[in-house]
């Protein structure tokens, strides 16, 4: 692996544009011209301008197709979720301009890549992340990115973090939910929570469905269940493992964000508080209550989409542990305005939000 100045020297100048149309990967030259510049909207709070850094952004890397050509896991860069029209390229930097993001978290998400031998997942998450690197090298003031990471192999995925961190310039690690339906809390994948807690980096959690707890055909109808309610409901539970199983005492400088407004969780604190000390069978590892893990260690996105939601999501978890993210480029509302005209946020609370609390993880 070359060093970072090398490697961004080389690439800063030959990035190519990424995004996703319909179920298959498209590439797109950066040189296709925009039909109509943007404006970029400068948000501000109190009359002072404000940083707005968005932490919840999906991208994909079209080159991954080639790496598992011919394998098993084929079938999966030309499956990807319906919806996104674009990802990376002019119409993304367009998209940051209109809605006044001046910084965007890339991570790749559906995890598919967990299913990988050893060899392949090396390589995958190889092409992955220096794809995503060159993208951030290209466009430095707009962009910073988490890196895959091959979890079934936790002594790789620390190696992998290591490498993304130091040469590639990468703020963090987005992960998925478990690992084949294995929680990770497990001992198992302790050399990848030591190695987060050695960098200080940011882990971004991202669900795929619930998939690893509701039965197959569980959320099947209308509603597009696996989204709205495993989603949320695979974040609950994965926060959940991490308390209770003791992983956040073992590496209590974590800091760790998940999406969606850290699903279910902090709206029934209540419940998880006094599950150690009303249930004989639980047999608690955890040295603090749950919520008191939301002051430090956890942190959650301000994907809620109310007002009255935000509202709760602030006074369970504090301002401090919410950071800006709009799932992009998915069509969910933007909580921008939600934000700035929220009556119970503070200034210096919806500085922090939009983007303070992220420029300090990130260091940005």
Known sequence: ???????????????????????????????RPQATPATRREVSVGGRRVKVIDVHAHCVVPEVSDVVK????????????????????????RALDERGIDVQVLSINRFWWYAADRDLARQIVMVQNE??????????????ALTSVALQHPDLAAEQLEEAVKQLGMRGAAIGGHVDGEPLSSPKFDPFWAKAEELGVLVFMHPENAENIVRDGGLRGKGDLGNIIGNPLETTVFFSHLIFEGTLDRFPALKICGAHAGGFLPSYFGRS????EVRGNANCANKKRPSEYFKRELLVDSIILSEEGLRHLVAEVGASQVVYGTDMPFDWPDSVNLILGAPFLSDAEKEAILGGNLRKLLRI
């Not at 011919?70 to 079938?75: D, P, V």
């Not at 508080?273 to 150690?276: E, G, L, P, S, Y």
């Open 1 to 31: 692996m070359p060093n970072r100045r090398h490697f961004l020297k080389s690439v800063a100048g030959a990035t190519a544009g990424m995004f996703v149309a319909g179920r298959g990967f498209l590439n797109v030259g950066l040189q």
């Open 70 to 93: 011919n394998t098993n896991l084929a079938r999966n860069v030309n499956n990807q979720p319906p919806g996104a029209q674009f990802l990376l390229g002019p119409e993304r930097l």
């Open 131 to 144: 794809k995503l690197a060159a993208w951030c090298a290209a466009h430095p003031e707009r962009f910073v």
């Open 273 to 276: 508080n006094v599950a150690c």
